[in-house]
């Protein structure tokens, strides 16, 4: 496969989909700058090796919520992946428990939460949305933690979608169906979402929510240090800072930059991720320097997925399993642990 890079999946899965899943896929909201911003506020900052240490052996290896994962990051909750493969969440799902990473999966795959189990080992969560008929939360959670996911990651940056122009350029009415929930064809796919999403949900339904299971909670879309610090007060085991791939609200700052910010409030109390904006090993390393305890990637996967199938996501782990092996071996870091804050400026 003649893919040297993530990023060189993007033109490819450009290529393989049509306009209408290129624009769900690709999209941010309004003027796209903070979907831009992910990406470059990584390339801002710089890396500060330390020489003369013993990297004859990398261990790329960690745990989050306790579990081992084979590299600091995993496959964040994208809908809809069955626009990219008649198999859908299957095929990355089957690649992330082959090669060691978490995947985590979304209210609206396109295959059921069960099908998605039945791809056997591999770590998995369970991405919530909450929708105004709480029973339907109730009936996932339930579900989830019946077929083996081992957290609840609650998305709490979507009351209501992001203004998408993408996406209203080239409306998504055909979606292929949805694996969790019922879900009729013909209007646009991002109404449909707007139409049945929670927005009164605050901080006192998650009380409830963690009723509902014995599960982890994971509170996924954080940007600051107040919201971390009462995610943690809530009874959240980790967060994820993460805008939404820049989908939600437009102008915020780059996930990258917040990162700080949210590690300082939770202070070892929580586990803390992030995703938005994550294309390199060497990314990977800036994260956890920063104090992410690993990171999650969206559109990389999809576009290996909707290019290459299953040796395209597989292609995927092995170029960023390489290159956080060089990345820590060139910055003088043997494990995950020795990553350290004065290794990025
Ligand atoms: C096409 C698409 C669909 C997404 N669907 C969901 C979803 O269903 N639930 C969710 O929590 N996040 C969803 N996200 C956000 C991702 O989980 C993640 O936050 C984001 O993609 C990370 O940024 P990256 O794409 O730059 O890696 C979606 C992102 C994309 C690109």
New binding site residues.
């Given amino acids: 496969m003649d893919v040297h890079a993530l990023a060189d999946f993007e033109a490819l899965a450009r290529e393989a989909l049509s306009p209408e899943a290129w624009g769900?896929?690709a999209g941010g909201a309004w003027d796209e700058v903070t979907l831009r911003e992910?990406e470059a506020a990584f390339r801002r900052r710089f890396l500060r090796p330390r020489v003369l240490v013993d990297v004859s052996r990398v261990d790329t290896a960690t745990t989050i919520l306790g579990e081992r994962i084979s590299l600091p990051v995993g496959v964040?909750?994208?809908?809809l992946q069955g626009l990219a493969h008649p198999e859908g969440e299957v095929v990355p799902a089957r690649v992330a428990g082959r090669t060691g990473l978490p995947y985590v999966l979304?209210?609206?795959s396109s295959r059921s939460l069960e099908t998605v189990a039945a791809v056997g080992r591999g770590l998995r969560w369970f991405?919530l949305y909450v929708q105004q008929d709480r029973r339907i939360a109730e009936q996932l959670v339930r579900r989830a933690a019946e077929a083996g996911y081992r957290a609840i990651v609650l998305?709490v940056d979507l009351p209501r979608p992001g203004i998408r122009e993408r996406e209203r350029r080239h409306p998504l009415t055909e979606t292929g169906g949805l694996g969790n929930v019922p879900h009729t064809e013909g209007a646009q796919f991002i109404d449909v979402i707007g139409g049945l999403m929670d927005a009164s949900l605050d901080w006192d339904d998650l009380a409830w929510l963690r009723s509902l299971s014995d599960l982890p909670l994971v509170l996924?879309g954080i940007l600051g240090g107040e919201d971390a610090r009462l995610a943690v007060e809530h009874g959240a085991s980790a967060v994820i800072v993460?805008n939404?791939?820049g989908?939600q609200l437009d102008r915020v700052p780059a996930t990258i930059d917040v990162l700080e910010e949210v590690v300082a409030a939770v202070d070892g109390r929580a586990e803390v991720y992030l995703?938005?904006?994550?294309r390199r090993g060497t990314d990977v390393v800036m994260a956890l320097a920063l104090g992410a305890r690993a990171v999650f990637?969206?559109?990389?996967f999809?576009y290996a997925l909707a290019a290459a199938g299953e040796a395209g996501v597989t292609r995927a782990v092995e170029l960023l399993r390489e290159e956080v092996e060089a990345a820590m071996a060139l910055l003088g870091c043997p494990t995950v642990a020795a990553v350290t804050r004065d290794r990025v400026r």
Avoid at 76 to 79: M, S
Avoid at 275 to 278: E, L, Y
Wanted: glycine letters at 16%; a positive charge; charged letters at 15%.
């Fill in positions: 769900y896929y992910n964040a909750p994208v809908a979304s209210t609206f991405q998305t996924k993460s939404h791939g989908r995703d938005g904006g994550v990637l969206g559109r990389p999809l």
